[in-house]
């Protein structure tokens, strides 16, 4: 049985590892030109993932690769000292078991798991699916699949071909995010750096084996914005949300033109009746992420 799997993120390798072990062949087609080996941000791994990622025997690298993130020093607008948090004892009420990695090191450890046994397609991405397992890819040759499996991701190109435009399921819940890479100018070692306001929050955070940092970006708003695909407008979103917070915020900005890597998203919520149709499915934030900064929704990818 060939197995087609769109998107080799998270959720696309984490399946086509287990169908590869009960005997499928898979192949796995991804938009990027390569594998996502630098940027992204921190992401949370609670107990039913890192369980599968130890049957997967790559716990041991998730492990070696976690953040290291162990205190928060909270400063609020308006008031006179920070507060300091403990992450590990709220980790540790949420789930026994938790590992905070950077996304694409993550991601890139479970392509390692199972680049020998699955065929990757790297550059491009399906044009057409038809009724009968026809795919039509951008770059490639056409080929036929018993199966398709939508991994890839909030705004799926999987989805949208089969079950239609992406309003029809989306839901804007109030808010934004942007990430940005930047040099760790507060010379952050173990601790989330976070300014909190009315409507908007700020951090920034690093990891053990990266020598620069992330900043995040949260800012509320009552109605959606216009910003598809303009990185010059989302940019301008977050210097007119956060201006004037406080200078560590001023400073984070002061990278957005700098950044190597860039990330800005509406958060919202997936709602469909139905994750299959056909020969197709959907696995992970394309058929039922909960959302960009909500929580959960990596976990729920592997699991």
Request: glycine share 12%; net charge negative.
């Amino acid at each position: 049985m060939r197995i087609l799997v769109s998107g080799a993120g998270i959720a696309g390798p984490v399946l086509a590892y287990w169908l590869t072990r009960h005997g499928f062949c898979v192949t796995v087609v991804e938009r990027a030109p390569t594998p996502r080996r630098t940027g992204g941000h921190a992401v949370d791994l609670f107990r039913p993932a890192m369980d599968i990622s130890e049957k997967m025997g790559v716990l041991p690298r998730v492990e070696e690769r976690a953040t290291g993130t162990r205190r928060m020093t909270v400063h609020q607008e308006g008031a006179r000292r920070p507060v300091e948090v403990d992450l590990s004892k709220i980790f540790g009420a949420a789930s026994g078991r938790h590992a905070e990695i950077m996304r694409d090191d993550l991601s890139e450890i479970y392509y390692d798991a199972t680049r020998d046994d699955v065929e990757y397609v790297f550059g491009d991405s399906i044009e057409t699916l038809s009724p009968d397992g026809e795919v039509r890819f951008e770059n490639a040759a056409p080929r036929r699949f018993d199966l398709v499996v939508g991994a890839d991701g909030l705004h799926s190109n999987v989805r949208r071909l089969v079950f239609g435009d992406e309003s029809r399921f989306s839901a804007f819940i109030g808010a934004y995010l942007g990430v940005l890479t930047l040099p760790n100018v507060s010379g952050l070692d173990g601790e989330l750096l976070l300014h909190v306001g009315v409507g908007r929050t700020a951090g920034m955070y690093g990891a053990r084996h990266l020598g620069d940092a992330r900043a995040l970006l949260l800012f509320r708003s009552g109605h959606e914005l216009d910003h598809h695909r303009d990185v010059a407008r989302q940019k301008e979103l977050l210097r007119g949300a956060f201006a004037g917070m406080h200078p560590d915020v001023d400073r984070w900005l002061d990278e957005l033109d700098r950044t190597p890597a860039f990330y800005f998203d509406s958060i919202t919520q997936l709602h469909m009746d139905t994750w299959s149709r056909g020969r197709v499915t959907l696995v992970g934030d394309a058929g039922y992420g909960p959302g960009p900064a909500v929580g959960g929704s990596t976990s729920l990818a592997v699991v």
